[in-house]
């Protein structure tokens, strides 16, 4: 398709006699008709342009000084792919030299996030494809070992280097073309393997894989950050409601909340004068993405740790050992057959729940409470509720007194006497 | 030398006089590497301590005699005692480091792109409300662009070296066990462990291995164990084609590091309550990766 594009593009400029700056410009602004031209160049268009308009004086308005070199890409009205190939393209057709290639190349990668092509290979392939064919490839042992032609080589090399930046796999095709620009001793080559070993035994490592690209939409993070979260137990279940259904609720929005029966049971045992407590927001990361969630949790059970410690018996104490000889017998390790600790009993604390709401805010919590308590945790309603928010907003203001304190204190020492 | 000599005046007269002529000059505004030496461990990145003077170094010298001694004196006793460890029965863990007391928090150094005013992330290690080592801050890949450095965004954490008596560098040794243990709480961030190895030489005094240590996010704690055989080579962030597995007799330094790769920039949190050793008898991996043949000269080069 896009051979296709770049070959009506093409036709257009054969019909405009080849010269590109009379093209309508669809995507292509008229202010960029330097397309790399030099200095000089562009001041002596700026001079034609005084004499055409005729004698209205040279050194009364002086124009600031045109850059040497301009970058084509910023002058791209509609910044797509297939705007971007067709830069490649008309760079390709411009000249037999490709002369500047490897500045050509360095801009070309600089604009490729503004064109949102950043993790696409085929624009990587195509960047590659501008360099020469077998005019790069050392003939003697010499040119091989001492980097023959290191700017472009160079230049290949921060190209693979910014694609495993970003996690871009290369593919057979890409190293068949560095093969023909380089021959087989190119350094870009080297890197090229290297990133073929590595980056596919990084790609799937994490025991929590994600999508790539995250889904933009909030809903779907929460979903996933949740979900990523309840994978501690393997009985949660994510359920996301809607707050509008709840009664009293101001405001309309969603939440993903993540419970397993486990977690129900325990807040089933929990003590009804105990309070339980909806704590946040706190940060989880997915990727580049972050997002708030709470969680719903009470204090540790000090008699169950207390039970936890006396389980624990030294066997590396051999002071007091229990001979089964003499006197009773030996005590049956107590606990043996009974309750086992949950995960969610931690020391720091009994997690019931986990959430997510679209607006993070006292009135969605709450929906969220009520949710719980009438989806199968009717105890909730008999368990007093307490918000413990940790606000970011406050603890930042915080920081910044503090640091405008110390700062006047510094600046001006004497005020600290005057005290 | 004088062509030199003439260059190099007219280069740093041209600069002040006539800025628009650029004299070809053999003064380079960036530093040049001539070849692979190194003078220092740190590469130019060190740390502006001025030290006090000398009667205070004097004083001081003699007042850590006292603990250095005693030091000494238990390395002697463990050593004429002759008591090693025979036997590391399996799934038992050794811990290394342990951040219940505040004493822990001393072995450690913190330390981001800010410090060399390349950056401005910020991190910290100090105990947690629970009870635990936690390392925070925020990473920034934002930078002033100077054309030199490329990337930034980092907060990274390391142990001191570890030391005999007298201020004798050693080494870790972990030759029995095969498995890193930690229980963490992290922020589903991923981090990097770091276990440096450095060696005698200048080409070895970058060498790290690394593995990535995944973290779920959430309330929940997290038991993490990585056979040391995951780890692999690399010397200053790039990964070395000649691999091998890590020596664990020689290990200096433990770390953790966070970056602001890929719009990551944020704040991070990593709860660390201990990192531990592992005998596990079942795994019998000894380096994860492959190694190939490869053609003469390709490899390292």
Redesign the interface.
Known sequence: MIRKLANVFRGQLKYNGNSFQNVPPTWYSETSKAFYCTKSENESQAQNDDSARGGRGKSNIRKPPLPAIQNPFANVTNKTKESYLAMLEIFEERDVHRRNHVEFIYAALRNMADFGVEHDIEVYKALINVMPKGKFIPTNVFQA?FMHYPKQQQCIIDLLEQME???VMPDYEMEAMLLNVFGR?GHPL?KY??MMY?MP??KN????PLPNPIPDDTLNIAQL?VE?????DLRSKISVYETKNVQDSIDDTWIVSGMSAEQSQLLRDHPRDKAVYIEGP???????R?IN?F?L?ADPDPNLLQSLQEDQEDQDDVSRLKAPFFGASIPRPKNAVGKNRS??Q???GT?FA?CATGTSTKDSLLSWIRLLESNGNPTLGEIPVLFRFKSVVTAKAIEIEDKAKSDNLQSNPSSKTTD | MNVLRSYISRGTSGVLQIPEVIVPCFIHTTAIRKTFWEKEKKSGYTSNVTLPSRKDLIVEGFRELKKEIQLWKDEMKEKLDCDPILVYRPGETDVVFNFKNESAFDNWIVTTDADHREGKSTAKLEMSSGGAGLFHGNVNSEHVRDGIVKRTGYANIRTKRVRRSFKRESTYDWTQYNTLVMKIRGDGRSYLINLHTEGYFDIQWNDVYHYVLFTRGGPHWQLVKIPFSKFFLSSKGRIQDRQGPIRLDRVTHFGFSVGAKNNMDGPFQLEIEYIGLEFDPNHREEFAYEMYKTDKYIVAT
């Open positions: 070992e930046d970003l996690g001793r080297r393997w290297r590595w035994k990084f490592l994490s025991p929590w950050a990523r979260m309840c994978t501690v706190f940060l989880i990361w997915l990727r580049n972050s969630y969680t949790r995960v969610h931690q020391e720091d997690i986990i």
